[in-house]
């Protein structure tokens, strides 16, 4: 009977104590506690203030868990925000400079997205960012971070990562993008979205987060005077 | 502390067995209803009074 149940709920089992055997099946698939029959009052209430106690526990534990997940995730993209960014690239560095490893940052930003934006509306303009972000957030390994930096630009935390082998990585995500095949769309030949890097690399571009981010976003510049839709750095 | 509106079902067990629970959740600040089976509970009322559930002769 206990199959089939809402397990989020607190579940108790009212039943004689010469079922115990039955009784210990139901407390394995989920049941939280046992009320025995012949009902004793006193001993039903206590069963059923704990459970309630501990119902009470867990909607608070999923509350939390829903603050946490919005305080640190990007509502449109379901990846990290800008603030998990900063955090994880304060420990990033931290570690690299410790174990003496190398560690590259790199910001991605959408070319002419506002135009994309104007010309097709904001839905298509959400939906490429969504897109872009699927793409980056399959593209990367366990160890390496991805995040919404904001509006269209997001950014990679890659550890143990040289700067040669994040320059190819980032060409690898330039051709990648243009090639989205969701972004391409016959009715309105405005051409593949494309995106921009800036890469810096610990140390040769710097030992601290913020001049890191400053190289990387220096580059992202430079890569689109340079013409977009490429690297630099 | 059970004075928290929630809300309770007993399903199936012999009806005063599920009178008394019903009533003794009342006692404890619990808005509670009973049902013999689960079909007669039905998908709205397991849905609404989904924070405590207690199956009598659940064991069967």
Same mark, same amino acid.
């Given at each position: 009977m206990?199959?089939?149940?809402?397990?989020?709920?607190?579940?108790?089992?009212?039943a004689?104590?010469?079922e115990?055997r039955?009784?210990?099946?139901?407390l394995?698939?989920?049941?939280?506690?046992?009320i025995?029959?012949p009902?004793?009052?006193?001993?039903?209430?206590?069963v059923?203030?704990?459970?309630?106690?501990?119902?009470m526990?867990?909607?608070g534990?999923?509350l939390?868990?829903r603050y946490r997940?919005?305080?640190?995730?990007d509502?449109?993209t379901?990846?990290?925000?800008?603030?998990y960014?900063?955090?994880?690239?304060?420990?990033?560095?931290?570690?690299a400079?410790r174990?003496?490893?190398p560690?590259t940052v790199?910001?991605i930003d959408?070319?002419d997205?506002?135009?994309y934006n104007?010309?097709?509306?904001?839905?298509?303009?959400?939906r490429?960012?969504?897109?872009?972000?699927?793409?980056?957030?399959?593209?990367i390994?366990?160890?390496?971070?991805?995040?919404r930096?904001?509006?269209?630009?997001?950014?990679?935390?890659?550890p143990?990562?040289?700067k040669?082998a994040a320059?190819?990585?980032?060409v690898?995500?330039?051709d990648?993008?243009?090639?989205?095949?969701?972004?391409h769309d016959?009715?309105?030949?405005?051409g593949?979205l494309?995106?921009?890097?800036?890469?810096?690399?610990?140390?040769?571009?710097?030992?601290?987060?913020e001049a890191?981010?400053g190289?990387?976003?220096?580059?992202?510049?430079?890569a689109?005077?340079?013409?977009?839709n490429?690297?630099r750095? | 502390?059970?004075?928290?509106? !929630?809300? %309770?079902?007993i399903i199936?067990?012999?009806a005063?067995l599920r $009178?008394?629970?019903?009533g #003794?959740?009342?006692?404890?600040?619990?808005?509670?209803r !009973?049902a %013999?089976?689960?079909?007669?509970?039905?998908?709205?009322?397991? $849905?609404?009074?989904?924070? #405590?559930i207690?199956?009598?002769?659940?064991?069967?």
């Amino acid at each position: 009977m206990i199959r089939g149940m809402d397990l989020d709920s607190c579940i108790l089992i009212a039943a004689p104590a010469r079922e115990g055997r039955a009784i210990v099946q139901c407390l394995k698939s989920g049941a939280y506690d046992t009320i025995l029959t012949p009902v004793r009052r006193r001993w039903a209430e206590i069963v059923i203030a704990r459970a309630m106690e501990r119902r009470m526990y867990y909607a608070g534990s999923r509350l939390m868990e829903r603050y946490r997940r919005m305080a640190f995730h990007d509502t449109l993209t379901g990846l990290h925000n800008h603030r998990y960014f900063q955090q994880q690239l304060d420990l990033g560095v931290r570690a690299a400079i410790r174990y003496g490893y190398p560690l590259t940052v790199m910001l991605i930003d959408l070319d002419d997205f506002k135009e994309y934006n104007d010309r097709h509306g904001h839905l298509e303009g959400d939906r490429a960012l969504r897109a872009v972000g699927r793409l980056l957030g399959g593209s990367i390994r366990a160890q390496d971070t991805v995040a919404r930096y904001g509006g269209e630009e997001f950014g990679l935390i890659l550890p143990h990562t040289r700067k040669i082998a994040a320059r190819h990585i980032a060409v690898r995500l330039c051709d990648a993008v243009e090639k989205l095949r969701c972004l391409h769309d016959r009715r309105r030949p405005a051409g593949p979205l494309t995106v921009s890097i800036g890469v810096a690399t610990y140390p040769h571009d710097g030992e601290a987060p913020e001049a890191l981010l400053g190289r990387a976003d220096r580059a992202l510049y430079a890569a689109k005077r340079a013409g977009k839709n490429r690297v630099r750095g | 502390m059970n004075d928290n509106g !929630g809300k %309770a079902l007993i399903i199936g067990g012999e009806a005063a067995l599920r $009178r008394m629970l019903v009533g #003794l959740c009342g006692e404890l600040g619990l808005s509670a209803r !009973g049902a %013999a089976t689960r079909d007669e509970a039905g998908e709205e009322l397991r $849905r609404q009074y989904q924070d #405590l559930i207690i199956l009598c002769d659940g064991v069967r």
